[in-house]
């Protein structure tokens, strides 16, 4: 009886495993005996297609529509600050606020509003330090709004509707990137 030594083959063999889709298979001829030995390790072509599928900028969309919402709170608040700082008719009068008068918030707006609008350009470009920006001035600029109900309650509901939209919008968003 003859007996194979396949020791030296074996020890020889290297240790990384096969590319995706490729087979084990040894790189000397087997012979007719070890022919019938030979292992095959068979990987599905759905798991292979499923990692591909991800796209790597899974999420983007909230990221873009967290800046686009950003942009235009940014805008209004401008706009809003200086409408207040001019005393305008756009705002009910004798309103009675916790701190400060209406030109007090006008101000405080007005700066909020040019923050975003920077801060905007900056999710534009994909910075994560924009990203930080935007989630602190986003909660400065909800906690703004709800300050402002005494002087145009509906308009202050929306501006801090989308203030929390482009917080979550800015949360949300995980990339290896930032």
Known sequence: MRRADLTPSVVAAPLSGPAPGESVRTTTHPTTREADLSVETPTPRASRDRASAIPADAGGGWLTFAGILLLIDGV?????????????????GNAKFQFGDLNTWGWVILILGSVQVLTAVGLFARNGFARGVGVVFASLAAIAALLMLPAYPLWSIALFTMDILIIYGLVSYSSEDY
């Open 76 to 92: 209004l608040n401008f706009i809003g600050g200086i409408a207040a700082i001019d005393d305008s008719n756009f705002f009910v």
